[in-house]
């Protein structure tokens, strides 16, 4: 946060919550990045794979909310999963 934004109250909406631990499934490395959200926790993940020794990275944020922290990790993984099986490396597009 900004020094102005400190000084005038100013603060983010949402905040990506703690990492979690990466999984690798498929060739590709998922990382579960919830983000804080008024009402629990919104459901995002990192996604990536090294193609042509590049590191591509695809940013996963769904509008989904779960209450817990723990649950919308889970649920993060499990999506991120579903993307990677229906899309594959498409996502880097």
Do not use: C
């Amino acid at each position: 946060m900004s020094l102005f934004a400190k000084l005038f109250g100013g603060k983010s909406k949402t905040k990506t919550a703690p990492e979690a631990e990466a999984e690798t499934y498929n060739g590709f490395r998922i990382t579960p990045a919830p983000q804080s959200d008024a009402e629990g926790y919104r459901i995002g993940a990192m996604i990536e794979k090294e193609i042509d020794g590049e590191v591509k990275r695809h940013t996963l944020l769904r509008a989904d909310v779960v209450r817990s922290l723990e649950e919308a990790q889970a649920f993060s993984l499990r999506k991120a999963k579903q993307v990677i099986d229906e899309q594959g490396e498409r996502i880097f597009r």
